[in-house]
């Protein structure tokens, strides 16, 4: 093969695609699952990014285990929420206040849901599967005094439909035409994204 025939390197990419492909490589990791747990886990007690962000890559990347995963998924994300209850409900005057304000959230906010929900505790299931931040649907929920059972039910099922019904069944029957997509407008996808979850704390006020 001569100079002129050898094909051109390919450049490496760069800024946000860079972390893109990186999640993609490490998607199927030895650690991958235990790191989606944990970010599962802590996004729905106190940290601020969705698990999203690292579950759907990793959905991406293996599409015939997008089930299991989201399975697992919303378990640690129960389990996480059970954290967010304590919080709410037995540590809210010190660690809650501290968090809510760490995270720039209105008090009022917190309020409302806390009124709504114990008056209403069915709408957990419904606000635990849009972009409203799941953190301060479960310290709500403890602050509000749900029944602890039936917090735990309604997690159970809002978390699912978040991961199962919604995540898992789209990626399956959509995930290659999905990601050809986000590759192609991978910053347009990050802006949508930011975007959610603005909207996410907007719907505190109507949902």
Known sequence: MTILDQPEPTAKPKGLRALYAWMLANAQGRHAWAAVAA????EASFFPIPADVMVLPMMLADRKRVFRLGAWVAFWSVAGGVLGYAIGHLFWETAGLWLIH???VPLEQVEALRAKYSSNAYLIMIQGATPIPYKLVTIASGLAGVSFPLFML?????????YLVIEALLVYFFGEKAQALLEKYLEVALV????VLILGFVALKYL
Do not use: E, G, K, P
């Not at 309604?154 to 978040?162: E, G, M």
């Not at 949508?192 to 975007?195: A, G, P, R, W």
């Open 102 to 104: 760490t995270l720039h």
């Open 192 to 195: 949508l994204f930011l975007v």
């Open 39 to 42: 970010f599962a886990f802590a």
């Open 154 to 162: 309604y997690s159970a099922v809002t978390r699912s439909i978040r």
